[in-house]
């Protein structure tokens, strides 16, 4: 059964760069044409779309966060991570790492990590 | 960006009753990409509906999705204790990916 796990620091200074990692297990990224995503969720809020990668490393990337944002695949280590620079409070949220499908939909989730960006 | 706007906010419901939750798009959605998805505090959220009206791997019958263009519906036939919860709808026909803001069903 296909497993993701998010990991990283759990607090971030203002100005910072935000750094996290999706272990995938129970499956390869690079066996599939799935793409793999980061969507975040600040607290007691709506879930918001940060962008997606394929095995190969395409990706594309909401436009809100554009400038900020960078999505990566390391199949040798069967993870995806996320970089998102210059970071301010709102960007504390519970952030999320997924499997996008093909037919629709992302599924399975990792259990989510809290960032919280604080001095 | 297509917009996503679900509706009601609160939806209150006794166990045993039929919820019916919308999601209405600002501009028709691709091929009926929309998907449906539950999520209880403190969990990640979980895929029930995609393709306005699949469902996901595991799903029971209860939940039924429909709609096309820029109206969509998910049903919960007659609901369970587990189904209290926040469910929100996204699109992925057109980049950005969006989701609506979420309709709580909440026991009455």
């Known amino acids: 059964q296909l497993q993701l796990q998010e990991s990283g620091p759990g607090l971030v200074k203002p100005s910072e760069t935000l750094s996290l990692t999706c272990t995938v297990s129970?499956?390869?990224?690079?066996?599939?044409?799935?793409?793999w995503g980061w969507i975040r969720q600040p607290p007691g809020k709506g879930l918001e779309w940060i962008g997606n990668v394929s095995d190969s490393g395409s990706t594309y990337y909401n436009p809100s966060l554009k400038s900020r944002v960078t999505i990566y695949v390391d199949t040798s280590k069967n993870q995806f991570s996320l970089k998102l620079s210059s970071v301010t409070a709102a960007d504390t949220a519970v952030y999320y790492c997924?499997?996008?499908?093909?037919?629709?939909?992302?599924?399975?989730w990792g259990q989510g990590t809290l960032v919280t960006v604080s001095s | 960006e297509i917009v996503l706007t679900q509706s009601p906010g609160t939806l209150s419901l006794s166990p045993g009753e039929r919820a019916t939750l919308s999601c209405r798009a600002s501009q028709s959605v691709s091929s009926r990409y929309l998907a449906w998805y539950q999520q209880k505090p403190g969990q990640a959220p979980r895929l029930l509906i995609y393709g306005a009206s699949s469902r996901a791997t595991g799903i029971p019958d209860r939940f039924s999705g429909s709609g096309s263009g820029t109206d969509f519906t998910l049903t919960i036939s007659r609901l369970e204790p587990e189904d209290f919860a926040v469910y929100y709808c996204q699109q992925y026909g057109n980049s950005p990916l969006t989701f609506g803001q979420g309709t709580k069903v909440e026991i009455k």
């Open positions: 997924a499997r996008h499908r093909p037919e629709g939909g992302f599924d399975p």
């Open positions: 129970g499956g390869f990224i690079s066996s599939s044409s799935y793409y």
